[in-house]
């Protein structure tokens, strides 16, 4: 029925059922839902076969209707009923409200009208919501979205979509149990603005269907791809970060444990559930089970009133830059052993070109042991060069390499911060919290925002086969980045975050960097 219609499904097993059940599958015909119900058959020889109830194990019903009947004999409760059709157009259910049953000699006959009872094989009967229960073992609801519904006069559900997918090494964290990459999962902010119109048990709440499904594994099956073991938890945001597209760091998650979630996590192409949550706004984690598992996905919401949801962190901001200060006091021991260096290379000219920059650089990198590194290349340091040539000659000054040495100090700290275990790499999980850092450093003079489609493009371009990057990988990045919106701000003269750039300028503004 999904693929038939685009909807969302949900899957009931009777035993299991929630109390409100009844109602759900009320709504869900007042909102055009398709409705099928079964019998489990343990053994498949006995498929279609009837039972002497009339019913066939193994065999698809359709729900048709679903009402509240006041029979005479009852003085005060109602008895709630449930129309279902066979689609062999025969063959129908023979105990209590069945067609010719004794029980409809006590409606009155406006009530049979309502009903539209006749007495005809047809394939179509009534029976007791609880005879319904103890009979059928499984229901399935398909959830319409509005475009595929016609009638006006049917009330319709409120659908938010998203695309999204994992990326190894940067957004596919996997599931609550892997604390350290959790967080990086995509996220979705989800706002639930109106309460339900017939609040259960004097409570406000708003009724919601989340349904995650993977993208394109059938058709991958060919090359060997199984469907992920997948899931989703929803987490409640404070009060005081409403409003605040940023994504949720891991702190977050460490100290607030989540407000609902899937049932569990399995490996089904679709994992579906329903919710009912006081109004506010939340953020979903859909997640694999595992780590670094790889692949596409669509969360769909389905709200009886408005919600809506979207992707957080989904601009990149940046703000323009402010001349750094200059540094005032005296020189440190290392600056100064910095300034004869540079002197002894540069000669008279006191300008140091790529090569002479590498020299430079590993001659002191080389020292600190905890970073196990090789040095930096002589790509990285053209890309350093290309960063701070203000007077375009493709060379260093000595001011220009003292405000590099200064945003490379910086850096150095952030990594060393985070290569706790002194391997001298950084796991590409962290490799966000990082550049974050990073940012915070420069924020005065270039300050950036990244979305979590530039995250999975840094960890692609940086990240080793292991998804761990090295220091010159991480310097080289943040060089690049900062190179880049340099650049980028140079042209955009109105201050509008749009530049129109010819092909040559294309071709310099890249060509450079």
């Known amino acids: 029925m999904e693929d038939f219609t685009g909807g969302v499904t949900e899957f009931y097993e009777m035993k299991e059922a929630p109390k409100e059940l009844y109602k759900i599958m009320k709504k869900a015909l007042e909102r055009g839902s398709l409705m099928g119900c079964s019998i489990d058959s ?96 499984k229901i399935e609801i398909c959830n319409l979205t509005p475009d595929a519904l016609e009638d006006d006069k049917i009330h319709k559900w409120t659908v938010s979509v998203n695309e999204g997918r994992w990326v190894r090494g940067c ?36 009724t919601f269907v989340v349904a995650l499904m993977q993208k394109n594994r059938r058709k991958e099956r060919k090359m060997g791809a199984n469907l992920f073991t997948i899931g989703f938890a929803i987490y409640e945001v404070p009060r005081e970060m409403h409003g605040n597209k940023q994504h949720m760091q891991k702190d ?44 596409e996905f669509i969360l769909r919401v389905f709200s009886e009133k408005r919600n809506t949801s979207e992707e957080i962190e989904n601009r990149i901001e940046a703000d323009h830059p402010v001349p750094a200060p200059a540094s005032a006091g005296e020189e440190s021991e290392e600056d100064q052993q910095f300034r004869t260096i540079f002197q002894e290379i540069a000669g008279e000219e006191m300008e140091i070109t790529a090569n002479e920059l590498k020299n430079v650089l590993n001659r002191v990198i080389t020292k600190h042991k905890d970073l196990n590194t090789e040095g930096f290349s002589l790509e990285s340091c053209r890309s350093m060069i290309a960063l701070m040539d203000m007077d375009g000659t493709g060379r260093l000054n000595l001011q220009e390499f003292r405000h590099l040495w200064n945003k490379i100090k910086q850096w150095q ?57 090295d220091f010159d990988s991480f310097i080289s990045c943040l060089v690049r980045l900062e190179a880049m919106f340099r650049a980028f701000q140079a042209f955009d003269q109105d201050g509008d975050g749009t530049i129109r750039l010819s092909v040559l300028e294309w071709l310099q503004l890249t060509m450079y960097a």
Request: glycine residues 6%.
């Open 42 to 137: 343990l053994v498949p020889a006995r498929f279609e076969t009837r039972t002497v109830t009339g019913l066939v194990k193994g065999h698809a019903y359709s729900v048709t209707a679903v009402e509240e009947c006041k029979p005479s004999q009852h003085k005060e409760s109602k008895v709630r009923l449930v129309r279902l059709r066979n689609p062999w157009g025969q063959v129908e259910w023979n105990g209590p409200w069945s067609d010719n049953s004794k029980e409809w000699a006590s409606l009155s006959k406006t009530e049979k009208e309502k009903l539209q009872h006749q007495s005809a094989e047809d394939g179509e009967f009534w029976m007791s919501f609880e005879d319904f229960k103890k009979n059928y073992t």
């Open 171 to 206: 957004s596919a964290g996997g599931c609550r149990n892997y604390p350290d990459t959790f967080w990086t999962n995509p996220q979705y902010r989800l706002r639930l603005l109106e309460e339900d119109d017939d609040p259960e048990d004097n409570e406000v709440g708003c």
């Open 252 to 295: 977050f998650f460490l100290f607030n444990s989540s407000k609902a979630r899937c049932k569990s996590y399995i490996n089904l192409r679709e994992v579906t559930q329903r919710f009912r949550l006081t109004p506010g706004e939340y953020v979903i984690i859909p997640s694999t089970y595992e780590p670094h598992q790889e692949g």
């Open 413 to 469: 700290g952030i990594f060393k911060h985070y290569n706790a275990d002194q391997s001298g790499t950084i796991n590409s999980y962290e490799m966000r919290n990082a550049v974050n850092d990073a940012v915070m450093c420069l924020m005065s003079r270039s300050g950036f925002r990244l979305n979590n489609q530039l995250y999975d493009i840094i960890t692609m371009r940086y990240a080793n086969e292991s998804m761990n990057i």
